[in-house]
């Protein structure tokens, strides 16, 4: 994204795109290259990869049902990713302890969830 910093354009693909809003790190994991199709052409790719403490997910969010979006542990989702390179940045990263200190002390609270409420 133009004119801005390559973390804040991070943090708004991450609630464009999943629907994620949280406290984002400004200093990358890292860089990997893919790939990229557009209409006519493909372009090679570079991408920072800015770890996110998700606090909250909105209950939408613009690319909601072009994407599928799913909660799992770290290890499977480097498993699970298209580009090797952004797995190998997800292992290095989930084996490290600095992620530990991304996670929110709560479970992430989706916007749509109501309270609980208990009779006593």
Not at 8 to 14: F, G
Not at 45 to 53: G, I, N
Not at 73 to 92: C, F, H, R
């Amino acid at each position: 994204m133009k004119n801005r910093k390559d973390w804040k354009s991070a943090e708004i693909e991450a609630r464009q795109e999943a629907g994620v809003v949280g406290d984002i790190s400004r200093k990358p994991l890292g860089q990997y290259l893919y790939w990229k199709r557009f209409e006519t052409h493909f372009a090679l790719v570079k991408v920072s990869v800015y770890p996110l403490a998700v606090r909250r997910q909105l209950s939408d969010w613009p690319e909601r049902h072009e994407r599928e979006q799913s909660w799992m542990a770290p290890e499977d989702a480097a498993l699970l990713v298209d580009e090797t390179d952004l797995g190998g940045l997800i292992t290095d990263f989930t084996q490290s302890t600095a992620w530990r200190k991304l996670l929110p002390q709560r479970n992430v609270k989706r916007e749509d969830e109501q309270p609980s409420t208990t009779d006593g």
